[in-house]
């Protein structure tokens, strides 16, 4: 929501508090926008129910969360984001634009390209840098698999090292259905063209889709 002043407010989602205070000297002296409220989790900054034009969102976070749950939460509460971000993981990049992120800016870039970015976005304008669109070249086009939430449920919980029986109590299924939705899973991802034949490759293959957080070291 705009202000009657017309200066756009935007959210920020970011765990470290320098970042915070050098962004609202960045902008400080902007007439157009401003920093309203601030979080380092996406659930904290909307629980603060505060009227916002857009978000800035942090790659990687504290609590593990996915680039993939935090846009898609977001757009549920009717945000746009953009990134704003030191990481230099691409594929955490790839995983932001294909959930339809407005763009990436690096924390690193000079303060004008930052300032220009953020007003862009609060316009709603996409903001296309190098570095996004080198990520979105190298996406190496993984097939959908079609997971239904529970699949989605038991393929997260699986693979994030849990055994099936725990996994069976934990979602309140029998360990024969946990055991025939892993089967079910296994198959739809060998018909994608990305076998997932034992524990560690349902780890990659959930992490590639953004189930689960990505390692600070690339799964190999």
Do not use: C
């Amino acid at each position: 929501m705009v202000t009657d002043s017309g200066v756009k407010q935007i959210g920020v989602v970011e765990d470290h508090s320098a970042v915070i205070l050098g962004l609202k000297a960045m902008l400080a002296d902007h007439p157009n926008v401003e920093v309203a409220a601030t979080a380092p989790t996406v659930a904290e900054l909307l629980n603060q129910q505060a009227p916002l034009d857009f978000v800035l969102l942090d790659l990687r976070l504290a609590d593990g969360s996915s680039p993939t749950a935090n846009v898609e939460r977001l757009r549920a509460a009717g945000l746009e984001a953009l990134v704003f971000t030191g990481a230099e993981n691409p594929y955490l990049v790839r995983l932001a634009a294909k959930a339809g992120v407005l763009g990436v800016i690096r924390k690193s870039a000079p303060t004008e390209q930052v300032v220009d970015a953020i007003a862009a976005a609060a316009d709603g304008a996409l903001v296309a840098t190098t570095e996004w669109a080198a990520a979105i070249d190298g996406d190496p086009d993984l097939g959908e698999v079609g997971l239904s939430p529970r699949q989605q449920d038991v393929l997260t919980l699986y693979a994030s090292g849990e055994k099936a029986e725990r996994v069976a109590r934990m979602t309140g299924l029998t360990p024969n259905t946990v055991n025939d939705y892993l089967e079910r899973i296994r198959i739809k991802y060998a018909d994608a063209g990305r076998p997932a034949r034992t524990k560690t490759d349902l780890y990659k293959r959930a992490v590639e889709d953004g189930w689960l957080p990505v390692p600070e070291h690339p799964v190999r």
